[in-house]
């Protein structure tokens, strides 16, 4: 076990997957069916901070439409099995991804706490051989708020102390995060945080007190001096 260093929580869209471009297709294939193209500007801009569920409530919203609950369970189940259909086709983790997992896996409990989809995130770390390394999955729909609640991390954090048996503090636990929703849930939560510039600028991760170009570009010693 690390000295200073307790433990690791990767968001996972943006951070371990390049899967962000994947979601933003299948979510304009699914609102095109409804007669709504979704622009690019405008998923990044307004909608990728939220878990599925949020983002067609917001767009909803947006559009000054009136969709009942069961009518966006129903769009949130046609975006995912777009989803699975392009996933299906290929590799979709980052550049040096895997290789910083397994790295940090073996020097700390590691989890996910992400909005996306569970099954989406176990197909992809089962695919890569990650899957054993995580002590905890926090996935979409398992806090009643999604991120930029605190909620995700909250919970994240409670099944790794579980997991380890031991009490963790928090301001030695790292977040590592993409957007400027997910390190608010991450701040909110009170763990240190660590931004990756691979959907937004360092401009735009606002908290993050470390920013690298992605995994790739991190190591354990960068988070040691994190935290000390």
């Not at 009490?167 to 977040?175: E, F, H, K, S």
């Amino acid at each position: 076990m690390s000295s200073a260093l307790q433990a690791i929580v990767f968001d996972f869209d943006g951070v371990i997957a390049d899967s962000e471009p994947l979601h933003l297709k299948a979510f304009q294939q699914a609102l095109a069916e409804e007669g709504i193209a979704l622009e690019r500007e405008d998923y990044f801009a307004r909608y990728l901070g939220y878990d599925d569920v949020g983002a067609f409530g917001a767009v909803a919203r947006d559009n000054g439409l009136a969709w009942s609950d069961r009518h966006i369970t129903a769009l949130v189940a046609r975006k995912a099995h777009k989803m699975q259909t392009m996933l299906a086709a290929g590799e979709v983790l980052f550049p040096g991804a895997a290789a910083f997992v397994r790295a940090a896996a073996a020097e700390v409990p590691v989890a996910i706490a992400s909005g996306a989809l569970r099954h989406e995130i176990v197909q992809i770390v089962e695919a890569a051989g990650l899957d054993e390394l995580f002590a905890a999955i926090i996935a979409s729909g398992d806090t009643p708020h999604s991120k930029p609640s605190p909620a995700p991390y909250l919970l994240a954090f409670e099944q790794l102390q579980q997991a380890t048996g031991r009490m963790l503090d928090r301001t030695r636990c790292v977040a590592i995060e993409d957007s400027v929703w997910g390190l608010e849930s991450a701040r909110g939560a009170g763990l240190r945080c660590v931004g990756v510039t691979t959907s937004y600028p360092a401009a735009e991760l606002t908290g993050a007190e470390l920013i690298v170009d992605g995994l790739r570009s991190l190591t354990i010693p960068m988070l040691e001096d994190l935290v000390q």
